[in-house]
Nanobody, 127 residues
Framework: QVQLVESGGGLVQAGGSLILSCAAS????????MGWFRQAPGKEREFVAA???????????HYADFVKGRFIFSRDNAKNTVSLQMYSLKPEDTAVYYC?????????????????WGQGTQVTVSS
């Protein structure tokens, strides 16, 4: 069994920054992808950023367009951790942020591809 535990959420004013962290533990073999999704009230869960191993290509980092230039994703394979540095936060970034990992070959940015999820951490950005 694999557990993902997030930390680092909170309340911040618009323009501020936060750092989210996620640690994986348990029977970890190989994650083909590990990253972050978010879900705002009344909205579907959406992709934020992740490190994804291609079927025939190297591992690359992907970002949602709405966070490019503001968020920085990092992954430490040796420690099975990922982090998300969030800068220039906007009220529309308010959501529960979930750490996710996948052992599925060919994982994409779709939430349904990920088979392990953290419990989520709330990020609230006030205007």
């Amino acid at each position: 069994q694999v557990q993902l535990v997030e930390s680092g959420g909170g309340l911040v004013q618009a323009g501020g920054s936060l750092i989210l962290s996620c640690a994986a533990s348990g029977r970890i073999f190989s994650f083909h992808a590990m990253g972050w999704f978010r879900q705002a009230p009344g909205k579907e869960r959406e992709f934020v950023a992740a490190s994804i191993s291609g079927v025939w290509s190297a591992t690359t980092t992907h970002y949602a367009d709405f966070v490019k230039g503001r968020f920085i994703f990092s992954r430490d394979n040796a420690k099975n951790t990922v982090s998300l540095q969030m800068y220039s936060l906007k009220p529309e970034d308010t959501a529960v942020y979930y750490c996710a990992a996948s052992t599925v070959v060919g994982t994409t940015k779709k939430a349904s591809d990920y088979n392990y999820w953290g419990q989520g951490t709330q990020v609230t950005v006030s205007s």
